[in-house]
């Protein structure tokens, strides 16, 4: 049995190339589609602050770990959905404002719509001045680092998700 031999003379003499190179990919586009995100943060401030009421006002009691949730939500979808666009930040950390206030309207019209035997709707289409009033009876410190958590978390979450 014979071994095989390579051809005698240099491979590379004439110009070949050692090993070919694989085709460079082309970089990705860079997202900063502001609109799109704006709408998505938008959307995700409305559901994220409906389960945040909800599970408030089922437990009777808000979690604060869930505002930050709320917020890192609102900013991971505004950040992921429209690039890096200076104003989503900023955008995001005020819709998640908007969403924990929702949500801890909606936890106290659950909460007072158990005791009283009335829906969820007419507490917030008939007594939305109720529902306002008891919340800010109930404003307090705690609520206050809630929202600064909220704002943080969607302002550091729309960044982290546009890198």
Known sequence: MSQPVPPPGNPFAQGAEPFPQPPVAPAPPARSNVGLGLVVALVAALVAGGVYGGIAGAIEREIGWAAVGVGFLVGFAAGKAGGRN????????????????????????????????????????????????????????????????AAFAAFSGSKKAAE
Do not use: C
């Open 86 to 149: 200076p104003a989503l930040p900023v955008v995001s950390a005020v819709l998640s404002l908007g969403a924990v206030y929702f949500g801890q309207l909606l936890a106290i019209a659950i909460i007072v719509g158990k005791q009283l035997n009335v829906s969820v709707g007419t507490l917030f289409l008939d007594h939305l001045d109720v529902l306002q009033a008891a919340w800010k009876e109930e404003l307090g410190p705690m609520e206050f680092l809630f929202f600064a958590l």
